[in-house]
């Protein structure tokens, strides 16, 4: 187990200690989606100045999402070896020096290995924010606090086009990933200085700790009462290819509006300049349906839904609602182009919050629930 001696002088406790290690979660996301949207936005301007295609940046894409997918398994057991403080230290400081390294990059290839190793280190956010919250919330509060720390997406994504597209058309685009990259080393000194596990925060309230250790031990018997399954046998239950299967349908809309939107009203005749709330609209939109979708279906359970009922009229909803980006095809109004989008993403994130429950749901039983 690692220790981390906390300083020997008394310090006043800090009330809702958790709370504001929720705040750090979701600051620490934010930043971890600004530095992933540099690219996507500036593409339509560095398509023209190193002559891409849109074969070409579609690869640069796939590469960050093969990085993607290798580091959230690597790295995800590397925070749980060496613990969550010092496990995001390090992943934070490594794709922060990677965004900051992008600006020196010549051609497709180095942008390649840049984007490919941003994916790679960025990947640690969120095993790394689920561990910390399982850490610090009992459980009655962690779907919230992971809804907050999952927000941050929603706001790093909104916030982004103000600040890269801000740096990009007053001193280019080298600056526009220095700058952004700096902010997670900022965010490294508060993380070093605020967060340990919560037996040994120098802040934390005697109150505070006893509530989240009662928890605590109350899932440390129950996981030990719990014959571990391998995992192959998961492949052999349908309710993991349905998750599969979901997601694989549902996760490319999330994609084509974080790394294609842009370029997508370029093509439209759209200025980016002009059309800056149609790349930030519809990421706020998503924020707002992270909760619509945990706040329905709790409240439809509260009437009388069933668990499984409840959860699946939001799967329902969502698979509708992101229908609606096929009208966009139809037609190059910026307003209604820009609704059409927001009312998609609404509903993908209200999908998206009940997949994020679903494997904890279905597999507490071999069966879906009913």
């Known amino acids: 187990m690692n220790t981390y001696p906390p300083p020997t002088k008394m310090n006043r406790p800090i009330a809702n200690l958790r709370w504001w290690i929720g705040g750090l979660l979701f600051l620490s ?17 560095l398509k023209q100045d190193y ?4 074969t070409d940046y579609a690869n640069l894409l796939i590469g960050f999402r093969v990085g993607y997918s290798v580091g959230q398994t690597v790295l995800g057991r590397l925070v749980d070896r060496i613990g969550t403080r010092r496990g995001l230290s390090i992943t934070v400081f490594l794709y922060s020096m990677t965004a900051v390294a992008t600006s020196l990059a010549r051609g497709f290839y180095s942008f390649a290995a840049f984007r490919c190793l941003l994916g790679t280190t960025e990947s640690a956010n969120w095993p790394g924010a ?5 850490e610090w919330f009992p459980k009655r509060e962690r779907g919230l606090a992971t809804a907050l720390f999952d927000s941050g997406s929603s706001v790093g994504g909104a916030l982004a086009p103000f600040i890269v597209l801000g740096i990009y058309f007053r001193w280019g685009w080298r600056l ?31 109150q505070e700790l006893q509530m989240i250790q009662a928890d605590a031990g109350e899932f440390a ?7 571990q399954q391998p995992w192959r046998s998961l492949l052999k239950l349908p309710q993991t290819w349905g998750t599969i299967i979901a997601k694989t ?18 093509a439209k005749g759209i200025p980016l300049k002009s059309g800056l709330i149609a790349v930030w609209v519809p990421f706020i939109a998503a924020d707002l349906g992270n909760f619509f979708g945990g706040g329905v279906s709790g409240f439809l359970i509260k009437r009388g839904w069933s668990l499984g009922a409840a959860r699946k009229s939001m799967v329902i909803f969502g698979g509708i609602g992101v229908l ?10 910026l307003y209604l182009i820009t609704l059409l989008f927001a009312l998609s993403t609404f509903s993908y994130a209200s ?13 507490s039983a071999n069966r879906w629930p009913p």
Not at 29 to 45: E, G, W
Not at 191 to 199: C, E, I, L, S, T
Not at 221 to 227: D, P, R, V, Y
Request: proline letters at 9%; charged letters at 10%.
């Open 29 to 45: 996301t934010i930043i971890n989606y600004v530095d992933r949207q540099t690219l996507s936005l500036l593409a339509p301007f």
């Open 51 to 54: 002559h891409w295609t849109n």
């Open 130 to 134: 689920t561990k910390a919250v399982s």
């Open 176 to 206: 526009s990933f220095v700058l952004p990259g700096l902010l997670g080393f900022l965010w490294l000194i508060l993380w070093r200085k605020m967060y340990y596990p919560p037996q040994e925060h120098p802040r934390i309230s005697q």
């Open 221 to 227: 018997e129950a996981a030990s009462s719990t014959k």
């Open 249 to 266: 349908f549902t996760d490319p809309v999330w994609f084509f509006v974080a790394d294609w939107f842009p370029i997508y009203l370029v």
């Open 324 to 333: 609606l980006l096929i009208p966009t095809l139809f037609t190059v109004n």
């Open 351 to 363: 999908f998206s919050t009940i997949a994020n429950v679903l494997p904890r749901i279905c597999f």
